[in-house]
Structure formats: C-alpha cells, structure tokens
C-alpha cells in the first residue's frame, strides 16, 4: 500500500511544513513539541468571531498546554484564562493576563488556593459543592473580603464523549444538581462574605455534537431566569469548553453553529458567555516530533521503536487515544506497524497498527495534534526528562523550553 508522506504532511496553517519540522530538530534534537502560534491566532480568532455579536470573554484553558510563551501570545490576543490550581492561576498572572480575567475551576481547592485567589481578586470562583460554598465563604470572612462566585451545575446530559473525559452526568464528580445549587445560591445571595456573580456549566471535552451542548445551556439558561427573579444578579453565563477538534475523521462542530446554538439558548439574559476553549484553540496547533531508534519482527508483528515515549505523549496509552503519524520520508509502500517508545510499560505506545514505510535509525515520525494534553501531561516516568518545546510564528522558530537534563531532574531531592 502507499503511504502519504512528507510531500502530503497535513499543515497546521502552513508553517510547520516538513522543511520546518527538520530544521527544529536539526536545532533542538528530538523527542520534541512544535507548535504553531498563527495557527493559534486563527482558532482563537474564529471563536472570538463567532460569539462577536454579544459580550464575551475568551477564557483560555491552562490544563491544556501552559507554556508561559502561548499564554504571553494568548494574552496578545486578548484571552483570559481558566485555571484549576493555584499554579495555573500564577502561570496566567505571569503571562500577563490581568486577574479580572482569570477565573478558578476544581473539584479540590485547598484553603491556601482559596484564600490567595481571593486576595488575588480573580474574577470568580467556580464552586463545585455546598460544602466548598462554606469553605470559601469562611475563608473569605476571615480575611474581610466577599468572595465573587459562580456555580458549576451539573445538567445531566451525555456529552457522547470518552467516559474519561466525561463530566456533564451526575456520576461524575464535578459540578451539583440543578436543586442543590439553586440552594447554594439563595445561601449566597444571603451571605455578607459572598457574592454570586455567574453560573457554570461544562459537560466534557472533545465533544463533536452540538445537541448536548445545546440542551445542557437551555437548561442552566432556564434555572438562570429563575434565579434573576430571585433578585440574584447573574452577570455571567460560562458555557464550559471543550470542543472537540480532527484526530482522525472526526466532523467537528462548526464555531459558528456553537455560539448560534447558545445565543439562542441564553435569549432574554443581558449575560457575558464566558467560553473555555482548550484543545480546541492549541490541539491542531502542535506536533510531537520523534526519531527512530530502529525496527523489530517479532514473528509477523513489527514494531518501529522511537525516542519518544508514553512519559512525553501519554494520551494513547491512557485514553487508547489516536494521533496521526506521518513519517517525513519519501513515498514507499507501506505495512503496519506498532510505534513504541523506551519506557519499561507494555503500555508504552504512541500508535498501533498504522501503514507506514520501512524506517531506519535516523529517520523521524511527526504524531500529529499533539499541541493539547501532550507536555502538560508529560511525566518524568523512568527518570526521562521531558523534552523541548519550539514555537513558530511567520515562519521563525523559537525555544520556549529547554530540554531537561538529569541535574533538573534530581535538583529538589536530598540525600
């Protein structure tokens, strides 16, 4: 079989061609993440558009991919951000990003977490429980301060997405019933320590239908109205993130179709839709780049064993998850094989079963859409430091992060 290859390497906006993927690695060796900033202005861009006809705020998923360079673009651009630890919202801060545009996501804020986004004065909080209500507010009260809060309501609806990565239902963890938080916020609206400005709702990610998406935000928008008759000024109205994005064939949902949908849903409320997008802004935005080692028969099974490893990119492993590879050779016929790594785990792939040609030592695969969940989720499993990360922008290529070597990986230990 034939085998699309260099010649046909999809392009992410058309920098990271194969000639610019070589020269990174010629500069900065591999296993490596390449990224694409124009290709992030575009995404970002095309979801700032569709929701132009309303107030909006962009709020740009830190767990996605928080490197201090794309946050610094981000800003450029704008975006605020939703962060889930104290780390990230300190990430978004040094990038810039003003602590009005910063909002506090999670299922386990600590008190220390707590009490420094208040003092911080991050947009709000979005509360997960009752009993976090209470946390937060008694944390606030000790500090004299009244804490902005939203409420993360768990519609209910299946996203149609990985079960792992599902968090709309009420077996998941995140988010409280439409009743609960009706509760919680009468409570607030009571309380001299908070203030209840927004209500939250995000039901998974790499989502691909809209029709979930849009029942999930008729019902927040219907228990929104009640709650304005209450006399709860509800300024905002966060629509979560998680578009879902091409890994392989998927049909994906079309921005426009997205805010239309919600526009329609949230009709009557003088709201801000504050968005989360993650994935859907950096995921076709990188590459993970890596050499191969060498090839291996086992009987009738081939294996092509790589540099890179399930430490780097661990979503196959761990979501048994699909990123397109294209080796950046010349066209050859093809069989299947396994792309594996170094690391001591059966589990340690980054591919099965695809068509790619006869490799040898020296030559270099590209794992396509790996800009999102790829080196924020990296580890240093086996005691492998994570690998570098290059940023390209009208052409140019620059080091946003340095290699890890051994003295990084052992700096904080004592013996």
Do not use: W
């Not at 010649?7 to 070589?22: A, F, M």
């Not at 900065?28 to 124009?38: A, G, H, I, N, R």
């Not at 450029?76 to 009005?100: F, T």
Request: aromatic share 8%; net charge neutral.
């Amino acid at each position: 079989m034939k085998n699309t290859n260099a010649k046909n390497l999809p392009r992410l906006n058309g920098n990271l061609e194969p000639q610019i993927l070589k020269e990174a690695i010629k500069q900065f060796k591999t296993p490596l993440f390449v990224y694409d900033l124009d290709r992030i202005t575009k995404r970002y861009n095309e979801l700032k558009e569709a929701f132009g006809g309303r107030k909006n705020l962009i709020c740009y998923a830190l767990k996605a991919n928080s490197n201090l360079n794309i946050l610094k673009h981000l800003h450029s651009l704008e975006s605020g951000a939703d962060c889930v630890s104290l780390g990230e919202i300190k990430r978004a801060l040094k990038a810039g990003i003003p602590s009005y545009k910063i909002i506090y996501s999670g299922v386990g804020k600590q008190d220390l977490e707590i009490q420094e986004a208040i003092n911080l004065g991050i947009l709000f909080i979005n509360v997960e429980s009752f009993e976090e209500l209470l946390r937060i507010e008694l944390i606030a009260k000790q500090l004299n301060k009244t804490a902005r809060i939203s409420i993360r309501v768990n519609p209910n609806i299946d996203p149609q997405t990985h079960p792992y990565i599902s968090t709309g239902l009420q077996e998941n963890k995140f988010g409280v019933s439409i009743e609960d938080a009706k509760a919680m916020y009468i409570h607030s609206k009571n309380s001299q320590s908070l203030e209840p400005i927004g209500i939250h709702f995000h039901i998974g990610s790499q989502l691909t239908k809209l029709q979930p998406i849009e029942e999930s935000a008729r019902k927040i928008a219907s228990l929104t109205h009640s709650l304005i008759a209450l006399k709860i000024d509800i300024k905002f109205f966060d629509i979560g993130g998680g578009l879902g994005i091409t890994y392989n064939d998927e049909e994906t949902i079309n921005p426009y179709d997205y805010a239309q949908a919600i526009l329609d849903s949230i009709r009557g409320l003088d709201v801000t839709i504050i968005c989360e997008p993650g994935r859907y802004i950096v995921g076709n935005s990188g590459v993970f780049l890596t050499q191969v080692l060498y090839e291996k028969n086992n009987s009738n099974k081939r294996f092509t064993i790589v540099d890179g490893a399930m430490n780097d990119l661990i979503r196959p492993s761990l979501y048994n998850a699909y990123h397109k590879v294209v080796a950046l050779k010349d066209l050859e016929e093809t069989s299947a094989t396994d792309v594996v790594g170094p690391v001591c785990e059966s589990g340690d792939y980054l591919a099965k079963n695809v068509l790619l040609p006869k490799l040898e030592h020296g030559d270099i695969l590209a794992i396509l859409s790996a800009g999102a969940y790829g080196f924020s989720m990296s580890s240093n499993y086996n005691t492998r430091g994570r690998c570098a990360e290059i940023a390209v922008k009208n052409g140019e290529i620059k080091l946003i992060r340095k290699r890890e070597n051994f003295e990084d990986l052992i700096r904080l230990e004592e013996i």
